[in-house]
């Protein structure tokens, strides 16, 4: 597989997950970012935690979708996610939820 075939692959990949988040998008009520991840999730409990003066936080998001385009299953029950830094959780509301014109295919 040569550099271009692979990037193409990767593209690919990415185009389908963008896809697949815009259709499924409409079924959650928030969106919550992590250093590592971008979630859809419809119950959000975060907690910020301290142990030896460290402080962390623990999130437990259900019914949840993930975004990650090397993961095969992006629907989760349950997900539970300890992290040092911060986490965006915002709420959505159907207006963000409607792609400008030019934009739905």
Known sequence: MSAEDLENYETDMELQLYREYRDVVGLFSYV???????????????????????????LTLKDAWVWDVYRSARFVKTV?????????????SKSDLELPKGLEN
Request: proline fraction near 0%; hydrophobic fraction near 40%.
């Open 32 to 58: 919550v970012e992590t250093e590592r991840r971008f979630y859809l999730a419809n119950h959000v409990d975060l907690r910020a935690c301290s142990d030896n003066g460290e402080v962390y936080f623990e």
């Open 80 to 92: 539970r996610v300890v992290t040092f830094k911060d986490v965006n959780v915002e709420e959505l």
